[in-house]
């Protein structure tokens, strides 16, 4: 008894294709540590792994809790996983496909792995310890580098027929012409609000002769150019990067608009890199977007809230899937 008592600690993995963050919670599932790296696919699955191993040690470093402390780690990835083998069916942003992962992991940190997608785990979090905490319905939209969502349903994640839902970055919101999407449609959300489209508009209009501060945020480099740049010129009233990040956020509210006018949520809940970095200047507008769209609007039929968990959604949904694989392990043990 005594043994299994101090396994109580676990470890949350935000896997992304830029970067990997890690955490250590306690026994009451506070937070002891944050870890961060750049993820480098291109070092390949061994290199990937590796570098997911480094980030965990240096987190359990930080935090002084021992290896043998730690019950399971629980990782988020930016794709399809099959939670009951361990498996990545295909994550694009990290090319793999039919990746045993949880078993490379095991192998590597020698504790068990739990794998879930990273923007169920987003919604889990939100669901748990962000501004989800007292909705039995509500919808997340994370904004970053695509646009995922989270569907939750009489408290329940609402995972679809074949557990595809939640694609809201793919609703169409440009009818005619749109920008061609990674999906291979026109016109989807992603393709006019997500971090990459905006970083994409305005690298396209500097490199036609635009004036930007981004130029100078980014020394000129502008594969540099992430949500804090962006926040940054922002804040400054870069007209160009105004313009478009705010063309962004009215397209955000006319999605936000269409998931209450047919799921009548308790409310929609934003989360994400350009949410942490602009969320305080998007909102208003967003807010007024969805207002002017949604049938029958009002302040308590549109409430569109912050998350309230910035960057840690990710690590906090890995932390409550590892939580979640030992208290199965456990009833197995047991029964
Ligand atoms: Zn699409």
Redesign the pocket.
Known sequence: MSHGKQKQHVVGVDLGGTKILAAVFDGNFRVLSREKKNTRPELGVDGVIGRVAECVNEALAAAAVPHAAIAAIGIGIPGMVDRERGLVRIAPNLNWHELPLARLAERRLHFPAALINDVQAGTLAVKHQGAGRKLQNFVCMFIGTGIGGGIVLNSELYRGSSGMSGEI??MVVVPEDGPK???G?RG?L??VASRSAIVRRVVAAIEKGRKSVVSDLCDGDMTRVRSRILAEAYREGDKLVRRIVDEAADYIGIGAANLINILNPQAVILGGGLMQALGEKLLPRIRKSAMAHVIGANPERVKILDSGLGDDAGIIGAGLAARAKVATAKERFFR
């Open positions: 970055g793919h999407c990674g999906c449609n989807c992603e393709s």
